[in-house]
C-alpha cells in the first residue's frame, strides 16, 4: 500500500474540489438565476418563480418538450430492442468478418454529430423520407444503438455460456432459454442500456437540429433557437429543469452501472 | 458395412480437416446470428451509411437538386475549398481549437484522474467519479449556454471581481475565443477524465512501489512508470474530444459571437443559412477525410499503446 504523504494527498482533494467546482459552478449559478426576479440577471438576487409560471405558459417549450419525451421514449424502446439482439448474437456465434461488423459499430459515435446530421438531411430529403420527427426517431435510434450494444455486451462478458448449455440440455427451446436465462441474468446491462439511450437521445442537438422543421422540434433545438433570440430567464429555468432531470436520471443508471468503479 | 463406415467416415473428417470444421461452424454461426443482427445493421444502413454515401454524391453535383436538369456532376465545390483560403483557414483555425482543447482537457484531467485513481478510495471514490462524468450526461447545450452567465460584462466574475478588487475592472469575456475554448473544455473534459481513470485504475500500485523502493523519486516514477501505461487512456480520451471540436458549431456560436466563425459553423450556415448543399456536402467531407486521416495516422499509436 502506497500512502501519499498527507500533505500530497490534501492538494489532490482541494484539486479535485477546483474541478468540481469548474464543472459545477456555472450549472449552479444557471439555476440560481432562473430563481432571480432581474431578467437580465443582475445582482443583488431577489427571488421568484415568475420564470416558471411564465415557462409553464410557452406552449412552444412545452411541445417541444413532449416531442423530446416520446422521441426518447421510443428510441429507448427501439434501441433497445436491437442492441440486445445483436449483442447475443455478437456474444453467442462466430463467424467470418465479425470483427468488420464490430468496428461498424463506431462511425454513429466517431463520426462528429455535424457530419452525421447534415448527412442525413441530404439523404432523407433526397429519399423524400423527409424532416420532422420520424427522421429525428431514426437519427437517435443509429446514434443510440452503439451504446446499447456495448452496455449490453459488457454485461453479457460476466455471463457464462454454461448456463444456456445447461438449459439447452435439459430440453429447452432456443427462446426459452434466451427469455428465462439469459435476459434475466443480463437485466441490469439491458435496463443501463435503455436509459443510455434515453439519455443520448433527450440530451441529442446537433442531428436534431439539422432534420427538425419549424413544427416539428425537439426541446434543445428549441433552446438554440431561444438563445439565438436573446437570453430570457425561461431559458434558465428550462435549462434547470433539464439539468436536474438528466443527472437524476444518470444516477438511477449508476445503479445498474459501474462506471468503472472498483468491481 | 457401409453404415459401419459412414460414421467412421465423419470422425475421420473431423479429425484431420479441424479448419473445415470450423470453417463450417463459422459459416453455420452466421446463419444464425443473422436474424439477429440484421435489424440494428439494417437501421444503421439507412441511417448513418447511406446518408454518407449520399453526401458523397452531392458534393459532386452543381446544384441542390439530382433531379434539375441543370445539375451534373462536378469537382467545382471541391475547388471552392482550394482556391479560397477563406475556408482552409477556418479549418485550421478547428483544427487548432481542436489540439488546445485536447492539451487543456489532458493538462486539467489526468492529475484529476491520478488522484481520484489513487489517492481516493471506497465508496468516496465511487461518488466523486460519479460527480465528475455526471455532467457529461447532461444537454451539453445547456452546459455551454450556463457559462454566458458567468463570463458576460456584469456576470458573475464581473461581479465578484469588483467586489473584491478596490478598483474598478470590466471583466467580459463573453464572445471571445477564450469563452469558446472554456465552454469547451467544460463539455468535454469528463470524457478525459473517464478515460485517464480506467486505465490509472489498471495499474497496480505494486508497480509504483517496487519504482520507489528502488530508489525512484515521485516524478521519476510518475514519468517513467505511470505515464506510459497510462498512455492508451491519454490517447483514447485525445481522440474522443478532438474529434467533436473540430467539428463544433454549437459553441462557438453561443459563446463566441461573431469571433466565432469556424469550420463548423461555415458548414452549418450552407444547410441553414446559404442553402448550398452541395458545398456544404464538400466541405463536410473533406472535414470527415481529415478526422480519418488523422484517425489512422494515430492508430498504429494507438494499438500499440493498448
Redesign the interface.
Known sequence: ??R?PAFL?GL??F??GL??A??????V??AA?SFNVSP????PFEGTTEWYVALAQNDGLIDATINSLEIAVLTTI?AT???T??S???F??????KRI?QA??F??I???????G???????F??GIGRGLHAIL??H??LA?PYV?IVVSARLATFSKDLEDAAASLGATGWQTTRKVTLPCIAPGIVAGGLFAF?VS??Q??VS??LATPGQTTL?VE??AA??KG?TPE??AV?TI??VF??S???V??RFF?????Q | MAAGAIPSNDTDRKETTPMAASGAMKQNGLRKALPLLLPAYAWLTLAIFLPLSAMVYFSLLTSMSPSEQSSSLTLANYATFFSDPLYATLLLRSLKLGLLVTLICVLIGFPAAYVLAKIFKGRAREAIFLLVILPFWSNSLVRVFSWSMVLREGGILDTALNAILPFHVTFDLMYSFPAVVIGLVHSYLPYMVLTCYLSLQAIDDALIEAARSLGATRFTTLRRVVAPLALPGVLAGSALIFIPVVGSFMEPRILGGRTGTLYGTVIEDQFTAVYNWPLGAALSFILLAVVLVILLVSAPVLRKAA
Open positions: 500500500m502506497i501519499a494527498s489532490g482533494r484539486y479535485i474541478v468540481l469548474f464543472l459545477y459552478l456555472p450549472l449559478i444557471m438565476m437580465f440577471y443582475q445582482l427501439i430492442a436491437l442492441g439482439a445483436a447475443l448474437a455478437l453467442r456465434y462466430d463467424f467470418a468478418g461488423l461498424l459499430l462511425p454513429p466517431a463520426i462528429p454529430w455535424l457530419i452525421s447534415t448527412a442525413m438531411l441530404i439523404f432523407f433526397g429519399t431514426l437519427g435510434v443509429a444503438l450494444i439519455a433527450f440530451d442537438f446537433v437540429y439539422f434543445p433552446i438554440y438563445i439565438r437570453f431559458i434558465n435549462s433539464i439539468i438528466s443527472m436520471l444518470m444516477l443508471v449508476s459501474r462506471f468503472g468503479g472498483d
